[in-house]
Structures are given as C-alpha cells and as structure tokens.
C-alpha cells in the first residue's frame, strides 16, 4: 500500500541580541552559570518585563527574509506550565498574534508555506551537578512553525540549509545547532492517498541535520509499520536518540487547554509604524537565495563554488569585495574554493578570526591575470597575505619574483637550450611530443621556474621549425 508522508517543522531560533528579551541582562552563550540573571529574568516578586526593541527588529527582519506579512501590534500572551527551568511559571509569547504570518520559502522544486512566526523567551537548561542554569532564560527566541508541506526527509534538510543561510547572511541569528541556537522540532504523519492527514507525532529538538533525515525515516517507517498491522498512531510528544538510530516515547501531547493561555498582563500592546517596518526593509541585504541566481546565471560558478563563497557571510564579502574591484568571479571564487579553504584548514584558523587585505589580495589578483607572475608564485604569497599579511608587491620585488616577459631575453635562452640538446630536436621532429615538454623543461629551469609556458613552447617551436 502506498503512504503519503507529512511533515511541518516547528523551528526555535535564538536572536543575535546583545540583551535578554524582558530584561538587561546578556543573551551570551558558554558564560559561567547563573552570571546573567537579575530580578526580571529570576522572576521576583514584582520585577517587571521589558520588551527588546533590537529582537522586535530581527523578528520583522526574519519576517521580511520569508516572504511573511508582518502585523503592524506587537501583543504577547503568556504560556502557563510548571517546569524547574522556567522560574515565573508561565513563558511570555505570542499566542493569539504572531509578529509574522503567512510566508514562504521557495525549494528548488516546490514551495513550503510558513504558518507564523512569533516571538518568545528561551527556558534555563540543566547546568553541571544537576543546578539549573538561568542565563538562557529570558534570552530571545523566535519559532517559525511551517504548514505539513514537507514530504521526505530531503526537503526538510532543503528548507532548513535554506532558512539557517537566511538567518546567517541577515545577521538574525548564529544558528549553531550544537550550542541549541537552532532547534528543530518534527511533526510527522502518514495517511493512504487522497485520505485527510493522518495522527501526527512530533519530535522534539533534534540536535543534527543528520538526526533529523535518520528521525523522519525512523518514523516513517514505524508509522506504516503499525498501520499496516492495524493499529492507529497515538498522538504523541518523542525524542531521537542518536545512539540507537531511533525515536522514543516521552509524554502523550499536551493540548491547548494545558497551557491556559491568556494575554500578558504586564505588557501592554505595542503599535508599530509603517516607517520602522519600512526602514527595516530598506536596510535588508540581498538574500543568499537571490545571490545564489547571480552566482550561477551571471558569473556561470560551479555549485561546489557557490557553496563555498555562500557557507559564511565573511568569506561572501571577501569574495564579493573583490569582484567589485577585479571583474573576475571565476578566478576568485576558484581562489577562495582552492587556496583559501586549503589554508584555512591546514593551519587550523578561524574564519572569524581572518582579517584579509582586500587590496593586498586584489593587486596578487591582477599580477596573475596580466601574467606578471606564475600560479606558483600567485599561491605562495597569497599563503604570505593570509598568514602574514605581507604586502605583495615589495614582496614579489625583493624576492625576485616575476616572471621574465623580456621575449628577447627569453628567446636567447630558448637558442640556447637548442643548442645544447640536439638530440631533443631531432626525437620531437620524429613525433617524440615528450622531446618538446623536455626542452620547456630546460628552458624553465633557466629561468628558475619564472616565465610563461606558453610562451616559451611558441618559442621553440619558432626555432626548431626554422632549422
Ligand atoms: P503544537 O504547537 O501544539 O505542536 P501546532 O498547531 O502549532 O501544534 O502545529 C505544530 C506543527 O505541526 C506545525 O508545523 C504543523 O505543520 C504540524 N502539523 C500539524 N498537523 C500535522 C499532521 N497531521 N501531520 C504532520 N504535521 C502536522
Ligand atoms: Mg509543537
Ligand atoms: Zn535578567
């Protein structure tokens, strides 16, 4: 019997605020336990919220990135449940009126619908020994919550490789799954044909894009294996436990009713200006979707030349900061692609951490293309500018480093090593083509590896046809 399968994701993104959601304190990741609390965040009695007008701004900013209408009033609603890591009892988020609705993502072959995107406060986490951790509570938190649209576990990967590039390239978030800065939630059903959606099961927080393609076909499997032995699907909350390849039961779901939600007392709505929400737009950046376009249809790069100038925004402005200044896309993406990452990885750095000179670079850049200098010469002191920072030119200079472009010069020591192998000559003009790469060879070698290939074979040739 055949299935369909449906998916919709429930994605929690933390912002990239320098401060908590309600309060002052810092939204830092890694701190010593419990530094960034104070009275808000702790919930004491009386401590008032606050609410963040830079997270309010990344919140519209992720809205605009997602094709969402964006709501002109800010309200928010408050989430009760009791749990140790949620000191007032309750989570303030928005229930009834999400900051952002009905958006979009394009995929390569179809669209998945987002439903909402709202804004509320992370949880504290389990520390060492067991203590809780109050510096994630309060720390701001979008989740996007998608329509079923997703069918397999590739376009999941899609959307979600999609929507972290977004986040990265308009400074929203860092998206680092391993530190819970992206969080993914799977609700997953199957149902016959043209039959309604069937019971859905949702899996909490896995932790990997690998976890996440190995849960959704754990649970694809399972769920037809049930139906097709008689059973329903029990609508249930499970997590995936990446040691043994498969999903577990933790709670049967919880309902709407469990959370008794109700509008935020403490906050009272706040009204929007279509100007702040313009200004947002006007300064968006190009997305990396639209940069994506240009890469492939304008500069025509490979995709493994796109990925690469696309996997962080540094390494996309250093690429794009020079195709601004040498119109050259090819020779640089392949530049960055090539040397860049070969360096970056056998030195073990930091992207983060390179501060490369653009000029530097672009004047290496141009003495390559206008033949000036050999692709060993052009990697080796690209190797100096990464590393050292040293200034090309002087370097080439002092270190006698340009190719000799002289063509009498050049074609004196090709007679030369004429001359001295006769036999050479002879072997190419009975077909030998190995007597001629021997005697570009020789003729390199007195120039120690500093002149043009080609233009010392013209050379040859040249000569040998003459005698
Ligand atoms: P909750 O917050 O209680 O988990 P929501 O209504 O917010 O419930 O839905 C959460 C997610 O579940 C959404 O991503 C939605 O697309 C997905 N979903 C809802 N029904 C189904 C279903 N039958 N099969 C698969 N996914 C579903
Ligand atoms: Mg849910
Ligand atoms: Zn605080």
């Not at 919709?8 to 309060?23: A, D, P, R």
């Not at 680092?176 to 819970?180: T, V, Y």
């Given at each position: 019997m055949n299935y369909k399968v449906n998916i919709?994701?429930?994605?929690?993104?933390?912002?990239?605020?320098?401060?908590?959601?309600?309060?002052n304190c810092k939204a830092n990741f890694g701190d010593e336990e419990n530094k960034n609390t104070c009275p808000i965040c702790l919930a004491l009695p009386g401590a008032l919220p606050?609410?963040?007008?830079?997270?309010?701004?990344?919140?519209?900013?992720t809205g605009l990135a997602t094709n969402c209408n964006i709501e002109n009033k800010i309200i928010f609603d408050r989430k009760n449940y009791f749990y140790k890591d949620l000191p007032k009892g309750y989570q303030i988020t928005q229930f009834y009126n999400p900051i952002c609705k009905n958006g979009y993502i394009n995929l390569e072959s179809k669209i998945i619908n987002i439903r909402e995107i709202h804004i509320e406060e992370d949880a504290g986490k389990i520390g060492k020994n067991n203590c809780i951790d109050y510096n994630r509570a309060g720390v701001p938190l979008l989740e996007l919550v998608t329509i079923p649209d997703f069918e397999n576990a590739e376009e999941v990967i899609e959307f979600l490789k999609i929507l972290k590039e977004t986040l990265l390239f308009c400074n929203i978030s860092d998206c680092?799954?391993?530190?819970?800065s992206m969080r993914v939630d799977i609700n997953l059903s199957v149902r016959k044909d043209n039959m309604p959606l069937g019971n859905r099961v949702e899996i909490k927080n896995v932790g990997s894009f690998k976890s996440i393609k190995n849960a959704i076909n754990y649970e694809i499997e399972r769920h037809?294996?049930?139906l097709e032995n008689g059973y329903t699907i029990n609508i249930e909350t499970r997590k995936f436990d990446e040691n043994i390849n498969k999903t577990i039961f933790i709670r049967n779901k919880e309902t709407i009713e469990d959370y008794c939600y109700f509008k935020e007392p403490d906050l009272i709505p706040i009204n929007l200006s279509n100007k702040f929400i313009e200004n947002i737009k006007n300064n968006m950046p190009m997305l990396p979707q639209e940069k994506r376009k240009i890469y492939k249809q304008k500069y025509n790069l490979s995709s493994n030349n796109i990925n690469d100038i696309l996997c962080n925004p540094k390494i996309n402005k250093l690429f794009e900061d020079l195709v601004s200044i040498i119109k050259e896309p090819k020779e640089i993406a392949n530049l960055i692609s090539g040397e860049l990452f070969k360096i970056i990885n056998e030195n073990n750095l930091n992207i983060e951490d390179l501060q490369p000179n653009i000029n530097y670079i672009s004047n290496l850049i141009s003495l390559l293309l206008n033949n000036k200098i050999s692709r060993d010469t052009y990697k080796n002191v690209f190797f100096e500018i990464i590393i050292n920072n040293i200034e090309p030119i002087s370097f080439i200079e002092k270190n006698n480093l340009y190719l000799v472009t002289d063509i009498d010069v050049i074609e004196y020591t090709v007679i030369n090593v004429l001359k001295n192998n006769i036999k050479s000559i002879e072997d190419y003009k009975n077909g030998k083509e190995k007597a001629l790469k021997y005697l570009i060879g020789q003729c390199m070698k007195e120039f120690n590896g500093k002149c043009d290939n080609n233009i010392i074979k013209d050379l040859l040739l040249k000569n040998i046809n003459n005698k």
């Open positions: 919709g994701l429930e994605v929690h993104i933390e912002l990239n605020t320098k401060s908590k959601m309600f309060c606050i609410v963040n007008k830079d997270a309010i701004t990344l919140a519209i900013k680092k799954m391993q530190e819970g037809i294996n049930l």
